[in-house]
Nanobody, 124 residues
Framework: QVRLVESGGGLMQAGGSLRLSCAAS????????MGWFRQGPGKEREFVAAISWNGGSTYYADSVKGRFTISRNNARNTVYLQMNSLKPEDTAVYYC?????????????????WGQGTQVTVSS
């Protein structure tokens, strides 16, 4: 069972930037697509971004396209989410997840392993 640990969350003013990291245990990290999801106050968990096993393909939710960038370093078993031009509506707990396959997907059901989440709060 893979273990995913997110870090990098915090409090930021609108317009600022944060970079989230997700460190994965195990030797199979590079075989699987990875994703970021978020759950805001009183909202359901929603897809944010995904990246294929080798970083060759990425996919974003419309709400973050052009502001967020997902990347990965397979040598370090780590996936990142660079968040720029943050908005108050980006406030949420952000979760890292590992897909069951190698290619990008936005479907939560395709992700079998999840981290505990990291809080991101954006003030206006």
């Amino acid at each position: 069972q893979v273990r995913l640990v997110e870090s990098g969350g915090g409090l930021m003013q609108a317009g600022g930037s944060l970079r989230l990291s997700c460190a994965a245990s195990g030797r199979t990290f590079s075989s699987y697509a990875m994703g970021w999801f978020r759950q805001g106050p009183g909202k359901e968990r929603e897809f944010v971004a995904a990246i294929s096993w080798n970083g060759g393909s990425t996919y974003y939710a419309d709400s973050v396209k052009g502001r967020f960038t997902i990347s990965r370093n397979n040598a370090r078993n780590t996936v990142y989410l660079q968040m720029n031009s943050l908005k108050p509506e980006d406030t949420a707990v952000y979760y890292c997840a590992r897909s069951g396959g190698a290619f990008v997907t936005a479907a939560p059901a395709e992700f079998g392993s999840w981290g505990q989440g990291t809080q991101v709060t954006v003030s206006s």
